[in-house]
């Protein structure tokens, strides 16, 4: 991994600091040709067909995705580029980035291969705050797009929603994201950041919407929310449905959360 490590721009993202500070509705960077060429195809090849009976799936109105974060059954490219992901120079840098002080989650909790295909969805969220096990507050994001040949039509795009504090939901969509081959983004979980798939996934059969996600924690601020699991929001066609205000009721509830995953 020393090539690959020697060539991630990890000084041009801090050169990005005013900009990551200043993007709205919340602090993030969208960062095209992340990593070396080849070491993207290299890492996109790994993914698995959906079908595959290691990923973990998804399946009910808030999300519809297969995902993957366990360390023992990726290829080796990607075990060593997640070790990487997670290593002190990586952490050091986004720590510098923010300006506290942060920590690996070596457990990939959450994270690791997410995949979307055919009717993929993911519902506007805010992340889990507080790590069921560590006790820290999750927050920084780092998603990295890998579907070669993603075309537009094919939606996907990530969302970035306001906060509307009356009512603690998302207000406008401020900004889509669109995948894109080799395009990372990089977010602060903490400032009420809605965010999900703003267009459900229109895809061919067989292809699908995948990028590797790495989360960075940190002690707990005084105002942190104890949520430890991911707190959805409807979408406009689910408003006033009583029975996905019950699933969104479950869904954030650490152990009743575990009836609803499929």
């Given amino acids: ?29 969208v960062m095209d040709e992340f990593l070396p060429a080849q070491l993207a195809k290299d890492l996109a090849t790994d993914f698995p067909g959906l079908g595959d009976d290691k990923l973990f799936e998804y399946n009910n109105p808030l999300e519809v995705k297969k995902a993957l974060n366990d360390w023992n059954s990726y290829p080796p490219n990607t075990y060593r580029f997640l070790q990487y992901l997670n290593s002190e120079e990586v952490v ?17 909790h959450g994270g690791g291969w997410h995949m979307h295909g055919n009717g993929g969805k993911l519902n506007p969220h805010l992340d889990y705050s507080i790590h069921p096990k560590l006790g820290l507050q999750r927050k920084l994001n780092l998603i990295i797009y890998l579907a070669e040949g993603w075309k537009t039509e094919w939606g996907g795009s990530l969302g970035l929603w ?43 059969t067989g292809r699908s ?41 479950k869904r954030v509830d650490l152990k009743a959360s575990k009836t609803v995953y499929k």
């Fill in 162 to 204: 306001a906060h509307n504090r009356n009512d603690n939901t998302p207000a406008e969509l401020v900004k889509e994201v669109e995948i894109k081959f080799n395009r990372a983004l990089l977010f602060d979980t903490t400032c009420n950041s809605w965010h999900g798939i703003s267009r459900p996934v229109d895809c061919p």
């Fill in 1 to 29: 991994m020393n090539k690959s490590q020697s060539m991630l721009k990890l000084d041009s993202i801090l050169s990005l600091k005013e900009d990551f500070r200043g993007s709205e509705p919340f602090p993030h960077l």
């Fill in 209 to 249: 919407r995948n990028s590797i996600a790495v989360y960075y924690l940190a002690e707990p601020s005084a105002d942190a929310p104890e949520r430890s699991r991911a707190l959805y929001a409807p979408t406009k066609e689910q408003k006033g449905d009583e029975e996905i205000l019950d699933l969104i009721r």
């Fill in 92 to 108: 050091g840098t986004f720590s510098e980035l923010l300006g506290i002080q942060l920590y690996p989650d070596h457990g990939l």
